[in-house]
């Protein structure tokens, strides 16, 4: 079997993958921030982290993923000088008429819950582990502590600062030296420095509640009250679950410059090891160009799409179309041709599974035999080639067509479903649609209009039940009704975005 190679983002190449210890691996999946709703952009960075997962475990590893979800400390601006997302979030709630005021506890359950919702609908496993900041303040108190006692701290009004000119690799991940990080930093802060900051690159660790404020988040620290700031949280949670070395760690590529940089520091300071041996991050999803963001408002959530009756597992199948580290553009023409896709593939593991259990199993010839074979080599050596998801779907298609028998055919669809997770081993033999009582009432109505011949009013009720998206075909025995495909009545491209906030 091929070997595993990734991308590793701190070494800037791909590389055999080689865990620390040979059959466990460690992997960290920073979660998302929880004050507003996640959307498809979210979607493609916790689908590649899926893959990278189920890829591991089809390796033969046995891996512990931890995610955090950060429920605290998550400024508005990356330079430590505007306002926690969540606390935000909870002063703006009240506003409008309609709008019920929510306390940022309120806030962190409903949207957390709608993001463990959005990750199962796209069949993602969930990790081992996963772990809220503001249930980790003790750990977070300790490591700030330890780099206090290690001499990398300093202490201002504002706060505490890890002292990023005290660690000769600092930024080594970014591929820029300190001076050019402390160059491009500066050229992109829209805002002024934290009085008494010694390096633009000097990050919060702890940041201190401003005198005659209330948070609704905050606890007491040896250094006054206050929250952590949002890397330390990630650095405390991965190695207290993981240890203080651990194998992979990933996230969107927007992490890599402060989020990650920042982790890598204040870890290795504290620990004096390596912290994390591979680093992998995931392109953006865009849409018209731009980076789909819950700031910018210009995202769509799987609600979007199911209104448009795409399914969630659609879209997964539209991100493994394209390479993980690369951007992708979102657009409609290519979800329609995701769900024409994923629909065809459904219906083909449908016929399989059918013929598969009305009849023997046909003996497979040696060439034919070795023709399975062969696919399957070549699906691992996609998969395992930085994670060659386009690739592997074009060996599944080449599989599909190929006059290998039906059961090997089935077989290798779910072998390949273990690592591409599109829901095939679940398909039925015959697709159940779920039909509404008031179509069900239609149905009823114009089978009555037919026997009793009034073929006008029954054609006239087809109608209706067509308009409100569904077939009806006569059959021998009643009638069968289903869903209009779900991309037909598409098309519309008109801009539509959720508006939240
Ligand atoms: P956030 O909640 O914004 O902290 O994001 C959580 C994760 O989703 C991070 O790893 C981000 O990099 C990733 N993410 C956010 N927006 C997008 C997007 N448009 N495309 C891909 N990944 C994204
Ligand atoms: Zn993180």
Redesign the pocket.
């Known amino acids: 079997m091929s070997k595993l190679k990734l991308y590793n983002t701190l070494n800037r190449r791909v590389e055999e993958f080689k865990p620390l210890n040979p059959q466990n691996v460690g992997y960290y999946?920073?979660?998302?921030?929880?004050y507003d709703y996640a959307?498809i952009?979210?979607a493609?960075?916790?689908i590649f982290a899926d893959i990278l997962q189920r890829t591991l475990e089809f390796n033969g590893f046995k891996v512990k993923r931890v995610m955090n979800i950060?429920d605290v400390g998550?400024l508005t601006s990356d330079s430590d000088t505007g306002e926690d997302k969540m606390e935000l979030a909870s002063r703006r709630s009240g506003k409008g008429a309609s709008r019920e005021k929510k306390t940022v506890w309120e806030i962190a359950k409903f949207y957390s819950d709608d993001f463990m919702h959005t990750l199962n609908k796209l069949n993602i496993k969930k990790p081992d582990i996963i772990c809220r900041a503001t249930e980790e303040i003790k750990a977070m108190i300790g490591l700030v502590k330890t780099l206090e006692d290690k001499g990398f701290t300093y202490e201002i009004e504002d706060g505490v600062y890890f002292d990023t000119g005290k660690l000769p690799d600092y930024g080594k991940m970014t591929g820029q030296n300190f001076q050019e990080l402390k160059k491009s930093l500066r050229a992109g802060a829209r805002v002024e420095m934290t009085v008494g900051k010694k390096n633009i690159t000097d990050f919060a660790l702890w940041k201190k509640t401003p005198e005659g404020i209330k948070r609704q988040m905050e606890w007491d620290s040896p250094w006054g009250k206050g929250f952590p700031g949002w890397h330390i949280e990630c650095s405390a949670m991965s190695m207290k679950y993981l240890g203080p070395a651990f194998d992979i760690h990933s996230?969107?590529?927007?992490?890599i410059k402060i989020h990650h940089t920042n982790e890598i520091a204040q870890s290795e300071a504290a620990t004096g090891q390596q912290f994390v041996r591979y680093w992998l991050h995931?392109?953006?999803?865009?849409v018209e160009g731009e980076?789909?963001?819950?700031s910018k408002k210009n995202f769509l959530r799987l609600k979007n799409l199911a209104e448009r009756k795409f399914l969630p597992l659609a879209l997964r199948y539209l991100f493994l179309t394209s390479s993980y580290r690369q951007q992708q553009n979102f657009t409609w023409k290519s979800m329609i041709a995701s769900q024409i896709a994923y629909d065809e593939l459904t219906d083909i593991t449908a016929q399989l599974k059918r013929s598969m259990q009305s009849g023997e199993r046909v003996s497979i010839s040696e060439e034919k035999l070795n023709k399975a074979d062969a696919f399957r080599e070549e699906f691992v050596e996609s998969i395992n080639e930085d994670l060659n998801t386009s690739r592997a779907m074009s060996v599944l298609w080449k599989a599909v067509k190929s006059n290998i028998p039906p059961g090997d055919k089935y077989d290798l669809l779910l072998l390949f479903d273990e690592v591409l997770g599109l829901g095939l081993s679940g398909i039925e033999t015959e697709k159940e649609y779920q039909v509404p009582p008031n179509i069900l009432e239609l149905i009823n109505k114009r089978e009555t209009m037919r026997l009793q011949k009034k073929y006008e009013v029954a054609d006239r009720i087809r109608k209706e039940i067509e308009k409100q998206g569904y077939t009806v075909e006569d059959m021998e025995k009643g009638t069968k009704v289903m869903p209009v495909k779900p991309y037909t009545g598409v098309g519309n491209e008109k801009k539509e975005f959720e508006k939240s906030g």
């Open positions: 999946s920073c979660g998302p921030t929880v959307h952009g979210h493609r960075t916790y950060t998550h996230g969107g590529v927007d992490h995931a392109g953006h999803l865009l980076k789909m963001s819950k």
